[in-house]
């Protein structure tokens, strides 16, 4: 693999050209190959033996997470000094049919899919690692590199915190990442100081009375009732005990009490999300969404029990770190390449680790240029324009690169 240099940075820092066209091949090829098998959180044991092959093969000595699955691997001996850029990639699938009928690399596993991208983003981490194992073997790199592929990112709270556990961020002191955006470019990414995603958890309510019968409601728990005004109340009543600029939102995905028009049940379960914009009032929610509950729950003479399950925090991106990539995206492909972008309602798990070391995320544009059509993640026939996956193995080695000049 030749790599000519062809651009100078800030700090005379060398940025390396043009992917040569046997490598973008290569990097695309081996995206379908884990596109056709995607794997679920914590069971990604092909993905993990997939990765750790190639960089094998590229001489470099990955280390498989003591999870099982997700491994990192360092480029270049870190002496215990200036700490290292770590390139994270999160490597699970989602458990959600593959919709793409006509597609030659579709899922070949039954209910599995790749609709968030992830095989992209492992795949562009990879690509920046072989090149960057190149320049090291070189001698044209300045400084280690860490590669860490996570396992779970969609398994709440999230794998990234196993990770953490696992010595994932030893040495590190900064750490960036992409998410395939199906509404920026090809060619192009999304930038946002600070929050760049929301906080996320999930919520788990039973409720339980004596029941009885429709005719004499007086004489039971109406728990039917109960659970509506749960589902209507709690969320306006945490609305008006946190700043509203705050964004904190609790939205119902599912309700189910009784069986019988008429009997009055003596169970009934709800299940929803806390999303919050406010990294601070995100940690306030738990105890403000369970008051919230008890409060009307006991008014209306329901015993209550609540699972709370934590989520993540907002993704809340470095200034200096959003900063490295504009200008490691503008050295490679200009300015017009970088546009700004909004806080998005979803969660990720990046966010742990910029709980410990500061980072940012930047959305990685995956949508043919002149398509028009509205896509989201998440979504059975999400699919990528596969020249997105050069475009991110650019950004993250003139990062890498950079960041060492720096």
Not at 29 to 41: C, K, S, V
């Amino acid at each position: 693999m030749s790599l000519e240099s062809e651009a100078v940075a800030p700090g005379d820092a060398k940025l390396p050209g043009t992917l040569p066209e046997s490598l973008r091949a290569e990097l695309v090829a081996f995206r379908r190959d884990l596109h056709m098998h995607p794997e679920l959180g914590n069971q990604e044991f092909r993905t993990t033996a997939a990765i750790k092959a190639r960089l094998e093969k590229a001489g470099l000595k990955p280390r498989v997470l003591t999870l099982g699955t997700g491994l990192i691997c360092d480029i270049g001996d870190w002496d215990g000094g200036r700490p290292m850029l770590a390139l994270r990639a999160d490597i699970d699938a989602l458990p959600i049919p593959d919709m793409k009928t006509e597609c030659p690399y579709r899922s070949t596993v039954p209910d599995r899919a790749h609709a968030c991208g992830h095989d992209v983003h492992t795949t562009v981490v990879l690509g920046a690692g072989l090149v960057l194992a190149e320049m090291h073997r070189q001698g044209r790199l300045p400084r280690p590199v860490r590669l860490l592929f996570q396992p779970a990112e969609e398994v709440l709270p999230g794998g990234a915190a196993d990770a953490i556990e696992c010595g994932a961020l030893e040495g590190v002191g900064r750490i960036i990442a992409v998410h395939c955006d199906p509404r920026v470019d090809a060619g192009r990414i999304g930038l946002r100081e600070g929050a760049i995603t929301s906080a996320c958890d999930r919520l788990e309510v039973a409720l339980d009375g004596p029941g009885g019968h429709t005719a004499r409601p007086h004489l039971t728990t109406d728990l039917v009732t109960a659970a509506a005004r749960v589902v209507t109340d709690v969320p306006a009543l945490v609305g008006r005990r946190v700043d509203t600029r705050a964004g904190l939102a609790i939205t119902w995905g599912r309700i189910e009490s009784g069986h019988a028009p008429n009997v009055i049940p003596q169970h009934a379960e709800l299940s929803g999300t806390v999303r919050c914009l406010d990294l601070g009032a995100w940690r306030q929610a738990p105890d403000l969404v369970v008051a919230a509950i008890d409060e009307v729950a006991n008014l209306h003479g329901a015993k209550s029990e609540i699972n709370y399950v934590r989520g993540v925090p907002p993704v809340v991106n470095d200034p200096d770190v959003t900063e490295l990539l504009r200008e490691a995206m503008t050295a490679r492909r200009g300015a017009l390449s970088v546009e700004g972008t909004e806080q998005s309602l979803g969660g990720e798990d990046f966010s742990w680790y910029l709980e410990q070391v500061p980072g940012a995320m930047a959305r990685l544009g995956v949508r043919p240029p002149g398509d028009r059509t509205v896509r989201d993640l998440h979504q059975g026939d999400f699919d990528a324009d596969e020249s997105a996956i050069t475009v991110g193995v650019e950004l993250f080695t003139a990062a890498a690169l950079l960041d060492a000049a720096e």
